[in-house]
């Protein structure tokens, strides 16, 4: 049984994750695209990526800080998000892909909802569960990796108007513009720092000579 397609915007990422094959295709002609709801996936992404590191029960968290440090956190899934959506556009635009930036930030947004659900379930069995009973929490964890990888094939194949070869071909290709726009960011920020520690020594060093 099928959902009635005028659902209101919340619902979409529900729905494309329960008919991951048909779901993006009625979302594309729809066109119930949602940034407001995309933003929330991803700032729950954000949330439960911290979520997983400080309230993972003692037995299955390898997580050990003395001080916590959001930064990490923030950029391995914010950062890595919007890496992700910048390096997709750039590559699909060479290749004739029809996505816009907008189209593609929502589609990876929502895709990424059987992975969070199945996070926040593992976040709560860890602290119930014993050791022993681990494979339960493997189960779910690569159960929602593997939904989330079906359903962002399927939301690039759709948004881009490609065929299978061609859809996996440019997730390929967006993985490396992704490690290219990483490198380059690093660099340019390390750059920076370096400008930036140069100019307060001259500073520094000018503000002494000035006050002998």
Known sequence: MRFDLDMPAWK???YVARHPFE???????????????AWVIVIAFFIIS???????????????????????YFSSSVILFLTWVVGN???????????????IFCVSAYALVPYLITQVICIAASNVLLRTESGFMFFFQYLG?????VLMISAMKTVHQYSLPK???AIV???????????????????FQQVFVFGYAIYTEL?????I
Do not use: H
């Not at 779901?23 to 709801?37: E, Q």
């Not at 990796?145 to 990888?149: G, H, M, P, Y």
């Open 12 to 14: 979409w990422p529900f």
């Open 23 to 37: 779901g993006f295709d009625d979302l594309r002609w729809k066109k119930a695209y949602s940034m407001k709801v």
């Open 50 to 72: 911290v979520a997983k590191a400080q309230l993972t029960g003692f037995l299955f968290n390898e997580t050990y800080v003395k001080v916590f440090n959001v930064v990490p």
């Open 89 to 103: 556009w750039s590559l699909c635009t060479l290749f004739d892909g029809e996505g816009t930036m907008k189209r």
């Open 145 to 149: 990796l593997a939904w989330s990888v």
């Open 167 to 169: 859809t996996l071909a």
């Open 173 to 191: 290709f967006t993985v490396v513009a992704m490690a290219i726009i990483l490198f380059l960011a690093v660099l340019l920020l390390t750059l």
């Open 207 to 211: 503000l002494y000579r000035f006050s």
